[in-house]
């Protein structure tokens, strides 16, 4: 898989982590947490992790 992200390995900043919060609470997919904070789901889902934070599983 190419990698299709820019911003490769960038630290997380302190408004891209409230946005992921807001985000991951309002239940959206982890897909579309990704794409708006222009990250990759694999990044997206290892800073949830890190949170404890639960992204909904697409059905």
Same mark, same amino acid.
């Given at each position: =898989? @190419?990698? !299709?992200? &820019?911003?490769h390995? +960038?630290?997380w !900043?302190?408004?891209? *982590? +409230?946005?992921?919060?807001?985000?991951?609470? %309002?239940? =959206?997919?982890?897909?579309? *947490?990704?794409?708006? #904070?222009? !990250? @990759? &789901?694999? @990044?997206? %889902? &290892?800073?949830? %992790?890190?949170? @404890?934070?639960? *992204?909904a %599983? #697409?059905?």
């Amino acid at each position: =898989m @190419s990698e !299709r992200f &820019e911003r490769h390995r +960038q630290p997380w !900043r302190t408004d891209e *982590i +409230q946005k992921l919060h807001t985000l991951a609470k %309002k239940g =959206m997919p982890l897909r579309a *947490i990704a794409k708006a #904070l222009t !990250r @990759s &789901e694999e @990044s997206v %889902k &290892e800073r949830a %992790k890190l949170d @404890s934070l639960n *992204i909904a %599983k #697409l059905h």
